[in-house]
């Protein structure tokens, strides 16, 4: 049995909810044909995940928030107009 204990991340910016969740990695299976997963931080988008970055267990609050943060600026939303 795992140890495993997963957590969530959840951020409310320019009225959009953002909710991370960390996922267990697991092995690969050759017989299947499926790659190994590594533990990762998982965007939830409408009952699906999207893996953003890597878990690290003894990564600070402080750092994996601004590294969450960073992902959203760059990835979900809009950029900034150019005036």
């Known amino acids: ?5 997963p957590q ?3 951020f ?3 009225g959009r909810s953002f909710l991370f969740v ?3 990695g697991h092995p690969g299976n050759l017989a299947r044909k499926q790659p ?12 699906r995940r999207c893996a953003v970055t890597p878990f690290v267990p003894s990564q600070s ?12 600026h760059a990835n979900a939303l809009p950029a900034a107009p150019v005036a």
């Open 36 to 47: 190994a997963e590594p533990a990762m931080w998982c965007l939830m988008v409408e009952g």
């Open 22 to 24: 960390s996922y267990e």
């Open 61 to 72: 609050l402080e750092s994996l928030d601004r590294t969450l943060l960073r992902w959203i």
């Open 1 to 5: 049995m795992s140890g495993f204990k």
């Open 8 to 10: 969530q991340r959840r």
């Open 12 to 14: 409310e910016i320019a």
